[in-house]
């Protein structure tokens, strides 16, 4: 049933560049800090492996992907493959994830999408998650000197 569930879409404006809004959202040092800690490590060429290891609900985690696009300062896509989805490492059990950053007057929109969910309930809970990224990023963002 994967790729027929609509994909989790969350999104929000902040008041920052659409440079400043990349930056953040490619700094590894700066991810960690509004992505729930999370450390990413990659080299952000097309075709190269990303990986995001942190600790979530006090479990270690290690999810990968691979980098799809990568055009500054607009859009970021990448796979994203989590071992604690109970699912074997397959490409059919990855996840698609694009940034979009577009300028707005006033600031700019961010927004994430999530394909190749697996049912409406993965849907809703990843579009929650999402949502809380976002709220991170947009706090951190606009808290900065």
């Known amino acids: 049933m994967r790729g027929k569930i609509q994909d989790a879409v969350a999104s929000t404006v902040v008041a920052a560049t659409p440079e400043e809004v990349w930056v953040a959202l490619t700094d590894p040092a700066l991810i960690r800090k509004y992505f729930l800690g999370t450390n990413v490590t990659t080299t952000w060429r097309v075709g190269d492996p990303i990986t995001y290891e942190g600790e979530y609900n006090g479990k270690p985690y290690q999810d990968s992907g ?8 607009k859009l970021l896509k990448t796979t994203h493959y989590s071992p604690a989805s109970g699912l074997p490492d397959a490409p059919e059990n ?52």
């Open 66 to 73: 691979t980098i799809l696009a990568f055009d500054p300062p």
């Open 94 to 145: 990855h996840h698609t994830v694009e940034y979009r950053v577009t300028e707005e007057s006033g600031g700019t929109t961010v927004t994430i999408s999530q394909g190749n969910n697996s049912s409406q309930e993965e849907v809703d809970q990843s579009t929650a998650t999402w949502q809380v990224v976002l709220q991170n990023l947009k706090e951190f963002l606009e808290s900065r000197p």
